[in-house]
């Protein structure tokens, strides 16, 4: 809601502003008593809240205005959470994807370093997901276990945790 100062709210303040003036001249010339301390907290309570009485009172909901709201929240939540998921399946390529599996698993098995190979783990260097590759190329072309040659990141753990439960609740 928009705040309109209006003329009506300034002198609302202003009036309020002077009380209290009075008040706290009241209260430094020793006039204490705790009817004067209690009125002095109450007009610095209003002095603070009517600049924003039309905030208070847009701040009282009815029930079924915040159930509604509610609702429309939850919608655009479960929307971005269906992009996100959305977003993290199309980020990689399904044959790039089972490249890492194999190289996390520790046990990737016989491989040949074909062209395809070659680049879906430059990729995965690039991306962050795989350490201890200084040079692919000095990687022997023909192998047993291709996750002797190579490791993954911390990041690319991440990533695949990440992937498995999207795929688990889709």
Same mark, same amino acid.
């Given at each position: 809601?928009?705040?309109?100062? #209006?003329?009506? =709210? =300034?002198?609302?303040?202003?009036?309020?502003?002077?009380?209290?003036?009075?008040?706290? @001249? %009241?209260? !430094? /010339?020793?006039?204490?008593?705790?009817?004067?301390?209690?009125?002095? @907290?109450?007009?610095?309570?209003?002095?603070? !809240?009517?600049?924003?009485?039309?905030?208070?009172?847009?701040?009282?909901?009815?029930? &079924?205005?915040?159930? #509604?709201?509610?609702?429309?929240?939850?919608? +655009?939540?479960?929307?971005?959470?269906?992009? *996100?998921? +959305?977003?993290?399946? !199309? /980020?990689?390529?399904?044959?790039?994807?089972? @490249?890492?599996?194999? *190289?996390? #698993? &520790?046990?990737? &098995?016989?491989?040949? %370093?074909?062209?395809?190979?070659?680049?879906?783990?430059?990729?995965?260097?690039?991306? &962050?997901?795989?350490?201890?590759?200084?040079?692919?190329?000095? *990687?022997?072309?023909?192998?047993?276990?291709? /996750?002797?040659?190579?490791?993954?990141?911390?990041?690319?753990?991440?990533?695949?945790?990440?992937?498995?439960? @999207?795929?688990?609740? +889709?």
């Amino acid at each position: 809601m928009n705040q309109d100062y #209006s003329t009506k =709210w =300034w002198a609302a303040f202003t009036c309020i502003a002077f009380l209290e003036a009075i008040l706290l @001249v %009241m209260l !430094l /010339s020793g006039q204490t008593s705790t009817q004067l301390l209690l009125a002095i @907290v109450v007009i610095a309570t209003l002095l603070f !809240l009517t600049p924003r009485l039309d905030d208070v009172i847009a701040f009282t909901f009815e029930r &079924g205005t915040f159930e #509604s709201k509610l609702s429309t929240i939850n919608k +655009k939540i479960a929307t971005s959470k269906t992009r *996100i998921d +959305k977003l993290v399946l !199309l /980020s990689m390529s399904k044959s790039t994807y089972e @490249v890492l599996k194999l *190289i996390s #698993s &520790g046990n990737f &098995g016989a491989y040949k %370093m074909t062209e395809g190979l070659e680049r879906e783990i430059y990729h995965l260097r690039d991306l &962050g997901y795989l350490d201890n590759v200084e040079r692919i190329r000095n *990687i022997p072309y023909e192998g047993n276990n291709l /996750s002797e040659h190579i490791k993954i990141t911390d990041t690319g753990k991440q990533f695949i945790e990440l992937r498995k439960s @999207v795929e688990e609740d +889709k």
